[in-house]
């Protein structure tokens, strides 16, 4: 088995309802300049325009070339997936020049199905060539996997964020995962954020993000698994997107916590991280996509404590006990790289702070609302005489009179031609235009109702002990 290190980020086809080929190419673009790979193509059971979505897909990443592809079977999604639909799916999409695949067999995967676990044999029969499979299935654990590894290939852990009540993401059970599997193929999850509230969907909870996607990629360069999988590239209704909105992919009872909130941002710094990756080391030259370096910096636009503005009963975590207002702190947090050692400021209303950047080393950093006077007004970030502007911070309650707990990530990338005291806005709306269809209503984000992403390293040791 022969996996080169390869960075995926997972893209939700069940909003794809009226995808066009300019989307996917929009996409599939935006994708690469930020040095992914390819995505992980996230598909349910009963969305009628699957086919379709996935042609437009695989069509794009062909012309464009460069771009990898492959199918992951969403079992908590609405429908049952079934041995024929998904040996029929993969020997469709099995041999297009943008399929990817491991020792000639093309990569399948999951988001959760453990109880199918003994049909993927069926499937493997059904397609030609074999596959190589590398499902999801936390819900069972690092043990679980254990248990089925004659059925795998490998395994992805969606475990890419901190347990409920907890601030930080370890690297436990990524490590767990890579001693089960011994030699099979460890895919990490690795996540910048986790906002959501669809009350419908029985999802109400936001996960500590802080220092969450510096803290992610740090731990892959620790771990080194043998693939990546971004959490997520499109999933609006999850607050973990790094895509430009498009309005027609976010869902109507998520549109007020994600208007006007760019995380594009989280893009500018993956060039130098999915680098550093491949080179197998941390410190590296920043990549020439780079210019002379970048940041991003990410951060709720009220502070927690304004007055007369609840927490819409939002957990902190997924089944938490305490509210998400105990989880937040009012921070700019920042990562910057750059090529030489030189210093960024980032400024809130009349209040600025300056620190320094050393050159080739991510550097990360929390600026407190009240290291800025707990001022309001726009956020700028400026770093070699260039400056990003993004949306203001208020004290102003949101309409719904519920704190919103998504960020917007600002982008700065710098390069030498510019740096004349240039400024750009990253007030962005999306690139997706007006909305021309709705999301649908089959896959909204992910109807998981039960969505056991995260379990406790005490139960698998206890499960462990039962063996």
Known sequence: ????RTVFAHYMVGLCLNQTAEDWNIDITTAKSAAIDGFALNIGANDTYTVAALRGAYDAAAKLGNFSLFLSFDFAATGEWTVDHIANLTNTFKNEPAQFKVDGKPQVST?????FADRWQEVRKKVDGDIFFVPNWSSQGPEGIKLAAKKIDGAFSFAAWPNAGETKVTTWTDKYYQAVLDRKAFMMGVSPYFYTRVP???KNWYSSSD???FDRWMQVLDVMPDMVQILTWNDFAESHYIADIRDKQVLAEAMPYVEGLPHAGFRAVLPYFIAAYKAGKKDIA???????????AWYRTTPANISHCGDGNTTWGQQGALSAKAAVNDVISIIAVSAKNTSLSVSLGNSTKTLPVQANSP???LVAFGDLNNETGSVSVTMENQTVVGPAITKECPGSRVLNFNAAALE?????????DSQTTANDTGTGGPSDG????????????TWVLIVLPSIWTMLAELQ
């Open 1 to 4: 088995m022969v996996v080169p």
């Open 111 to 115: 988001f959760e199905g453990a109880s």
């Open 200 to 202: 419908a969907f029985y």
């Open 211 to 213: 220092s969450l996607w």
């Open 286 to 296: 920043i990549p020439s996509s780079m210019g002379e370096g970048a940041v991003v």
């Open 363 to 365: 550097q990360f950093f």
């Open 412 to 420: 700065l990338v710098v390069f030498p031609n510019n740096a004349t």
């Open 438 to 449: 709705a999301a649908s209503s089959q896959s909204p984000g992910r109807d998981r109702l």
